[in-house]
């Protein structure tokens, strides 16, 4: 009696902590990738480098029903690599716990690649679109009548716009996650949709790779003069 009575183990709470470490691991190779791919430099270019934090005032969560989401904050750098006023490149988002009425508690990450098209206004002040697509992550506390929910990940997309004041930078940005949740204890499954509006703000940091010239043609002409 005193063997059975032992407390072990659920088998659900074993998937619950492969779940959750699953997730974790996932978030740090998505950033490692991200930093591991900002380094291809081309040489002939400008780079920006964006920090950008964000507030979404509201939030949806999408299948059969609407379900309503608090605010939550998010933090998003961006490397852009940028020809004549026209920057690509790639970020990583990442969302911060937020509650979702009537269904938990959500985080969420994200890697994508991303458009900019600049239109200069005054010196050193420019408006922009934004364009982003990619690949996002959800992390839950999330049920179905009692069975633990996995999320399996899908396709991310934003767009917007913001201006650029001397570096400092202001957006409204439209983002969408693709997710499927899936039982583990069942063969039950969901296809959700998160999206939200957020206020991002960030500053710029600007360098730019072009190799200068050793000798200029006016230094040339002086040495032949010389000679």
């Not at 949806?60 to 961006?78: A, F, H, I, R």
């Not at 992550?137 to 999320?151: A, C, P, R, V």
């Not at 767009?159 to 583990?184: M, R």
């Amino acid at each position: 009696r005193d063997l059975h009575s032992f407390p072990t183990r659920r088998s659900s709470d074993l998937r619950t902590f492969k779940c959750h470490g699953g997730a974790q691991m996932r978030k740090i190779l998505i950033l490692s990738l991200c930093m591991l791919l900002s380094t291809a430099v081309p040489a002939q270019c400008g780079v920006n480098m964006l920090l950008k934090l964000g507030i979404a005032p509201s939030s949806q969560l999408d299948n059969d029903s609407k379900y309503e989401g608090d605010p939550g904050v998010s933090l998003s750098p961006e490397v852009y690599y940028n020809f004549n006023n026209i920057c690509f490149g790639m970020g990583f988002n990442q969302l911060f716990k937020r509650k979702i009425k009537d269904k938990g508690e959500l985080s969420g990450s994200n890697i994508y690649f991303a458009l900019r098209p600049m239109l200069k206004v005054l010196e050193n002040e420019y408006v922009y679109l934004i364009g982003q697509a990619g690949w996002g992550m959800i992390n839950h506390n999330f049920d179905y009548k009692g069975e633990e929910l996995e999320d399996k990940g899908g396709f991310y997309y934003g767009v917007g716009g913001g201006v650029d004041l001397h570096g400092f930078i202001f957006e409204l940005l439209f983002t969408s996650n693709k997710a499927t949740f899936k039982s583990l204890d069942s063969n039950y499954s969901e296809e959700d949709e998160y999206t939200m509006m957020t206020i991002n703000a960030g500053y710029r940091f600007s360098m730019s790779l072009a190799k200068k010239d050793k000798k200029t043609e006016k230094d040339e002409e002086f040495e032949e003069d010389e000679a």
